[in-house]
């Protein structure tokens, strides 16, 4: 299997602009997370998936951001519009709720907003 | 707010020691994991131990878990330079049945040559 695919792997933008990260989730996984790193706060999650559907998006900092599931092989993090205090890491991961809550995490989207 | 803590935040060994790192976290959990992130990259399952379960191996990983302390470590014995990284414990709560996992801040190991 070719893992958790995350794209970009790197962003570049000005303040204003809206950011789309993807991912693509291991093959049968049911569950998709959404992280943010950074030093300041760490690893923190944004909002997580099952079966396509949000169960928890109580980590999403604002309106700003918005998350999709559209099919069971892809999601999008959106940013609009996008500020430099959201420059950060953004990991996205997947399990399998039935093989015990192991994460597999993807490289990662390193964003920095001008 | 941050479900588990770390200590020490960073911990600097020669090749061939022993590396203790520790957790410590506040409700009750299901299971508690550890992931270790190389500089630039995502993390990476290590091991996972069940709220029943007092002491794990994994190769030369040893975890430990106390439930009425509320707390982990994670040992890795002779530690080579490749265990360069970061190490993050996470826990499932046990008020939550999906997958959602909350995690540490991280201890940052460096191992010398």
């Known amino acids: 299997d070719a893992g958790v695919i995350q794209s970009p792997r790197h962003e570049v933008t000005e303040m204003g602009q809206e950011v789309t990260l993807r991912c693509k989730p291991i093959?049968?996984?049911?569950?998709l997370f959404w992280y943010r790193q950074t030093m300041m706060r760490g690893l923190e999650l944004l909002i997580y998936?099952?079966?396509?559907?949000?169960?928890?998006d109580s980590g999403m900092p604002e309106d700003r951001f918005s998350a999709k599931m559209p099919n069971a092989s892809f999601s999008t993090l959106k940013i609009q519009p996008s500020e430099p205090r959201d420059s950060a890491v953004y990991f996205c991961a997947s399990n399998d709720r039935g093989r015990g809550y192991e994460q597999y995490f993807g490289p990662g989207t390193r964003l920095t907003v001008t | 707010s941050q479900q588990g803590e770390e200590d020490p935040q960073a911990l600097s060994i020669q090749e061939g020691e022993n590396a203790t790192m520790n957790c410590s976290y506040k409700?009750?959990?299901?299971?508690l994991q550890w992931y270790r992130q190389n500089s630039g990259r995502g993390l990476v399952h290590l091991i996972l131990?069940?709220?029943?379960?007092r002491e794990k191996h994994s190769g030369r990983l040893r975890v430990t878990l106390d439930t009425s302390k509320k707390s982990s470590s994670l040992l890795i014995t002779a530690s080579r330079a490749a265990d360069t990284a970061s190490y993050f414990c996470?826990?499932?709560?046990?008020?939550?049945?999906?997958?959602?996992?909350?995690f540490g801040q991280g201890t940052e190991l460096s191992v010398k040559p």
């Open positions: 996470a826990t499932a709560p046990s008020y939550n049945q999906g997958g959602k996992l909350i």
């Open positions: 409700t009750s959990i299901n299971n």
């Open positions: 131990i069940r709220s029943n379960e």
């Open positions: 093959s049968g996984h049911d569950y």
């Open positions: 998936f099952n079966n396509n559907v949000p169960i928890d």
